[in-house]
């Protein structure tokens, strides 16, 4: 079956720019989340939704940065006036999720790279 | 600060030994997760815990929840096994916390 996929895999911005990174979790998985991923470091989480419900976005570094799922289902994280320091990969995470105390597996995207000059 | 701390930070270990990576947190935590990032940034999750010990082929997985630690343990390694292995804990909430990663790099 289809996994996680994102897209671009490869975004290079020109410092200022808006730029648009698209998720696709696997169908029906209830839990999704963004992940930002420097050079050498592990992955830092972003945000978290469950469902169309953004539950928890204290991960986002600055007002600059924006997710959305809007139906519950593919995600959009918007990076505006990009800087230097935004370069890093983007992962993208989808879980079955839901159940409250429940811990399901997650399974990752391939990533967009995101490269700001 | 860092919730997960990892070790070693670089390992290279000659095809058939025994490696072990070690993973201790500081959070309490729902679960701990163990993943592998092959080059080129594609992340697998290998195993979930959240007590006892888990065996996957020649992976194994151990936690001890009371000293928040927890350990990755390949058999029989081949260069195959190459790649970043990184722990990760689910607090109570929703939130992962993840730590810098082991590169392994195992030898013919």
């Known amino acids: 079956g289809a996994g996680v996929s994102q897209s671009p895999r490869y975004k290079v911005a020109k410092r200022g720019q808006d730029v648009a990174l698209r998720c696709d979790p696997i169908?029906?998985?209830?839990?999704l989340f963004w992940y930002q991923q420097a050079l050498g470091q592990g992955p830092e989480f972003l945000t978290y939704?469950?469902?169309?419900?953004?539950?928890?976005k204290s991960g986002l570094p600055s007002d600059r940065f924006f997710a959305e799922r809007p139906e519950g289902s593919v995600s959009t994280l918007k990076i505006q006036r990009t800087q230097q320091e935004d370069s890093a990969v983007y992962l993208c995470?989808?879980?079955?999720?839901?159940?409250?105390?429940?811990?399901?597996?997650?399974?990752f995207g391939p990533g967009t790279r995101l490269t700001v000059t | 600060k860092n919730e997960v701390e990892q070790s070693p930070q670089n390992l290279t270990a000659q095809e058939g030994e025994f490696i072990t990576i070690n993973c201790s947190y500081s959070?309490?935590?729902?679960?701990l997760h163990w993943l592998q990032q092959h080059p080129g940034g594609g992340i697998v999750s290998l195993f979930m815990?959240?007590?006892g010990k888990k065996k996957h082929g020649r992976l194994i997985a151990t936690i001890n929840i009371q000293e928040k630690h927890s350990s990755l343990h390949i058999t029989a390694s081949h260069p195959r096994d190459s790649a970043v292995y990184i722990c990760?804990?689910?607090?109570?909430?929703?939130?992962?916390?993840f730590g810098t990663g082991t590169s392994l790099t195992v030898i013919p």
């Open positions: 939704f469950q469902n169309e419900a953004q539950l928890d």
């Open positions: 959070v309490g935590i729902s679960a």
């Open positions: 990760a804990v689910k607090n109570t909430g929703n939130q992962f916390y």
């Open positions: 815990l959240s007590s």
């Open positions: 169908s029906g998985h209830v839990s």
């Open positions: 995470a989808s879980s079955p999720g839901g159940l409250a105390g429940v811990t399901y597996e997650q399974y």
